[in-house]
């Protein structure tokens, strides 16, 4: 990438620093661990454990540390890496990057903290099961990759956490947050010299650079046969309705027509699926549709060539019982428009607008500029983060009907549904 006032190198022990100079008042770190549920279900417990202390800090000195001055310190698992985020005001960015340097290096994983984070898991677990929206999102993934650890539920660890032994938690942390698993990533107003003795500090020993990254074997294309139609009985007054497809990954050149797909269905108020649900007839409180790649298009973190199909289209919605019907069917009719007839240039036109407008106001922002970097180095992609753009306001009409046609048809469709158990037969 040849953007202005970006650097990238990769140290001699593998580890790689992406650095993005932005005139802004705050700056962003992050740190990427190439480690996520699908090598091990203990990967969310993991990152737990690293906010509980170093050899230098305990877990109040991290947390006081990491917001006495406004700032905010976060992570998060995926499918395929673990992501440790701070944003602070520039003048303080150098301490939290040695705040997140000195997690990620040395950890102490202590044994007193491993009964309590069990249990802020496991609530964390109940939690999410009781949101609407996650519920039909898991079990499209459990259905769509049922033979495929993409199925498994990042957050799904309450067996692993049963019988995990300390000694085995030890050894993945060893073996993954070592430097040639390692991405840190800066945004904004950044000093480069000062980033690198940082991490030449806290990543100098090339000796534990542990085994090497798993590359998991994965399946064609081929999948099993799919479900059509899941009915999640749960005492509710309003039924949730998700409709999910099979889709492409990041690097798939398929990717920038069903994002535009994905806009003119659903993504916004000027979408046909809410003027035709919401504006025109009032059925439903809201519909949107999402490009998930690996559940978040923003965090797609797949590491293989992109012949494997990993990503998913999903339609929302939530409303009175009683409506039912009416909506399945405009959301039926409108799929089959969409693989029927091409859009109009001026529909295309307003919807890649939004794309493209919504990609440059992401840019402005460290925060998110961080996490967009991460997912594209992640996925291999780097070189092309600055063709988002380009590539979306190429799609053509006839780009959204072939992939209307080819991964969106009705036929193709996946629904999942929650509504009153009285109502179930």
């Known amino acids: 990438m040849n953007k202005k006032g970006f650097f990238r190198t990769v140290l001699d022990n593998g580890l790689t620093i992406l650095l993005q100079e932005q005139n802004i008042k705050s700056t962003s770190f992050g740190i990427g661990v190439r480690f996520g549920s699908i090598h091990h279900p203990a990967a969310h417990f993991l990152e737990h454990l690293l906010f509980k202390g170093t050899k230098t800090r305990t877990y109040k000195d991290i947390n006081r540390q990491a917001v006495c001055r406004g700032g905010s310190l976060d992570a998060f698992t995926d499918f395929f890496s673990t992501f440790y985020a701070t944003k602070n005001l520039t003048d303080y960015a150098p301490e939290a990057l040695e705040l997140l340097c000195d997690m990620i290096a040395n950890s102490t994983l202590p044994k007193t903290e491993i009964n309590q984070e069990k249990m802020v898991i496991n609530e964390e677990t109940r939690m999410r099961a009781e949101e609407p929206e996650s519920m039909l999102a898991d079990a499209l993934y459990r259905n769509i990759y049922s033979d495929h650890p993409l199925g498994r539920d990042i957050l799904d660890c309450e067996r692993c956490l ?70 999640i009985p ?45 504006e025109k007839q009032g059925l439903v409180y809201n519909i949107s549709s999402h490009y998930d790649i690996l559940r ?82 992640i996925n291999n992609d780097i070189d092309n983060f600055e063709n988002f753009s380009d590539e979306i306001l190429n799609v053509t009409p006839a780009d959204v009907l072939r992939v209307s046609q080819q991964y969106c048809h009705p036929n193709k469709a996946v629904w999942t549904i929650i509504k009153q158990q009285k109502l179930v037969k």
């Open 234 to 278: 749960k005492m509710t007054k309003q039924v949730h309705l998700m409709i999910g497809f099979k889709a492409v990954p990041y690097a798939h050149p398929d990717y920038y027509p069903l994002r535009v797909l994905s806009a003119i269905m659903g993504e916004n108020i000027n979408s046909r699926l809410y003027e035709k649900t919401r």
């Open 296 to 377: 978040s298009s923003w965090r797609s973190t797949l590491r293989t060539d992109c012949s494997f199909w990993h990503g998913i289209l999903r339609i929302y919605s939530r409303f009175t019982p009683r409506n039912l019907l009416r909506v399945q069917e405009i959301i039926k009719n409108e799929l089959q428009n969409f693989s029927q007839s091409e859009v109009s240039q001026e529909e295309l036109t307003i919807n890649q607008q939004k794309l493209v407008g919504e990609h440059k106001l992401a840019l402005m922002g460290t925060f998110r500029y961080m996490h967009l970097l991460f997912a594209a180095e």
């Open 162 to 231: 049963q019988t995990i032994s300390y000694e085995e938690l030890e050894g993945l942390y060893r073996r993954f947050y070592t430097p040639q698993g390692i991405i840190i990533i800066g945004v904004g107003q950044i000093n480069k010299e000062v980033v690198l003795n940082t991490v030449r500090k806290y990543f100098k020993d090339v000796s534990k650079t542990g085994q090497s990254l798993i590359v998991f074997p994965f399946p064609s294309e081929e999948s099993l046969p799919l479900a059509k139609r899941i009915v």
